[in-house]
């Protein structure tokens, strides 16, 4: 057996070498919330390949971190331990974000392509909009709530993890006295990532993509992963300095999460969904 705290840094590591560029902490967020989804294949000793299969509630689970170390491929060590990812999963319905490569990798598995998701480059600055509190003065039942909506299931202990930021990178939009949208920026390797950004319309989304740029600090690299999906999702990039750079295929098995595509106007993590 490896050790899940282990093979969780030997996994972002990994995904750090592969461009992906992962929050400066998400193997501690990640792995605090759901200590049982880090899955690794060793060899003399040494992890040859990684993957993760968070679980949310008894219906729905995210596949990521899917990495095989370069001089292991072409073995089929890395379908193996994707197995092992789908054992984990029991039967729930599974989600996964895949480069556009694998794709067909992805489908000759039973895996149907949801949508895709495009991730888009700015720089940080601007003042944040007036009209934003922050998340963490939001009941956290509210929140449980509206997220559950869009999302498509409950992820408490994912959520208590993910929005403990420092103040004005957690922020939300309250709108006659409930909750219309929230959004989160952490540090990555490389500038900055917003994710989530859920919310009730294209006004509250962009006020709150305009906040977390802002909390990113001037000059600071941001990037969002944005679902193509959501039609909306143009209004944020609209008048802004804003260039894809990459795309993943989000694809599903056993089904589809009951998941509100229209309110997602950043997507999480490609990792945990």
């Known amino acids: 057996m490896t050790d899940s705290t282990r093979v969780a840094r030997v996994a972002v590591a990994w995904a750090e070498a592969e461009g992906w560029n992962p929050g400066l902490d998400d193997d501690r967020r990640l792995l605090a919330a759901d200590p049982g989804a880090f899955l690794a294949t060793e060899h003399a000793g040494e992890i040859v390949a990684t993957v993760s299969c968070a679980l949310y509630g008894d219906g729905y689970?995210?596949?990521?971190?899917?990495?095989?170390?370069?001089?292991?491929?072409?073995?089929?060590?890395?379908?193996?331990?994707?197995?092992?990812?789908?054992?984990?999963?029991?039967?729930?319905?599974?989600?996964?974000?895949?480069?556009?490569?694998?794709?067909?990798?992805?489908?000759?598995?039973?895996?149907?392509?949801?949508?895709?998701?495009?991730?888009?480059?700015?720089?940080?600055?601007?003042?944040?909009?007036?009209?934003?509190?922050?998340?963490?003065?939001?009941?956290?039942?509210?929140?449980?709530?509206?997220?559950?909506?869009?999302?498509?299931?409950?992820?408490?202990?994912?959520?208590?993890?993910?929005?403990?930021?420092?103040?004005?990178?957690?922020?939300?939009?309250?709108?006659?006295?409930?909750?219309?949208?929230?959004?989160?920026?952490?540090?990555?390797?490389?500038?900055?990532?917003?994710?989530?950004?859920?919310?009730?319309?294209?006004?509250?989304?962009?006020?709150l993509f305009t906040g977390l740029i802002a909390a990113a600090g001037p000059g600071t690299e941001v990037f969002v992963d944005m679902p193509a999906a959501n039609p909306g999702a143009q209004h944020l990039r609209a008048g802004r300095k804003i260039a894809p750079t990459f795309e993943t295929a989000r694809m599903y098995l056993n089904g589809r999460p009951p998941e509100d595509v229209r309110k997602v106007f950043g997507v999480t993590t490609l990792e945990f969904g």
Do not use: M
Not at 87 to 103: F, M, T
Not at 169 to 178: Q, T
């Open 61 to 207: 689970a995210f596949i990521g971190f899917y990495i095989v170390r370069p001089d292991q491929r072409g073995r089929g060590v890395g379908s193996a331990l994707f197995d092992r990812a789908l054992e984990h999963a029991a039967g729930r319905v599974v989600g996964l974000d895949g480069v556009l490569a694998q794709q067909a990798t992805y489908e000759r598995r039973g895996f149907l392509l949801a949508h895709r998701n495009v991730r888009w480059r700015t720089i940080g600055g601007d003042q944040r909009p007036t009209g934003l509190v922050e998340l963490s003065s939001v009941p956290f039942e509210q929140l449980l709530e509206f997220d559950a909506a869009v999302f498509g299931t409950k992820r408490e202990r994912f959520l208590r993890v993910w929005i403990d930021r420092p103040r004005g990178h957690a922020l939300a939009c309250i709108r006659n006295g409930s909750l219309a949208g929230y959004g989160v920026v952490r540090a990555c390797r490389v500038g900055a990532k917003v994710g989530p950004i859920l919310a009730d319309d294209e006004d509250v989304a962009d006020d």
